[in-house]
């Protein structure tokens, strides 16, 4: 696939497995990149995250599943979750046409953003990285 149709924003941060992360006051909006909505396909179930629950760094956060396969979310931080988009439940298809907006998937409680943001991609190095994948 072409990143040239990929849509980045530039005000958030990327992982390498497509999740991006949107710092709001100490807390972080995160949801799945246009690219993964894109490659996932048709979305037709979110099992989404419990609130409540603590998660680390890049550990698996929920799974989506699309027409063509299911597919693990990773969290982008750690922290707790505080809040989920519960709209995901009966309209799945958010991911798919809003993944920056109303696709969101949860808003997590950072523990470590100062420290775990190095791990994470800007939009520059997102799109050198998604021009890397297009290789093989």
């Not at 710092?23 to 979110?46: C, F, T």
């Not at 680390?56 to 989920?84: H, M, N, T």
């Not at 953003?113 to 791990?119: D, L």
Request: net charge negative.
């Amino acid at each position: 696939m072409s990143h040239e149709h990929v849509v980045i924003k530039e005000n958030v941060y990327y992982t390498k497995d497509h999740e991006w992360v949107k710092i709001e006051n100490g807390n972080v909006r995160i949801g799945i990149s246009d690219y993964a909505q894109k490659e996932l396909r048709d979305i037709v179930y979110i099992e989404l995250p419990q609130i409540g629950k603590k998660v680390k760094q890049f550990e698996r956060l929920c799974s989506i599943e699309s027409v063509k396969a299911v597919s693990d979310v990773y969290s982008p931080v750690s922290g707790e979750i505080v809040e989920v988009n519960r709209q995901l439940e009966n309209s799945p298809e958010l991911l798919n046409k809003d993944p920056y907006g109303n696709g969101w998937i949860a808003i997590i409680k950072a523990e470590k953003i100062e420290e775990e943001i190095k791990n994470l991609m800007d939009a520059e190095k997102y799109k050198e990285y998604l021009k890397t994948l297009e290789k093989h």
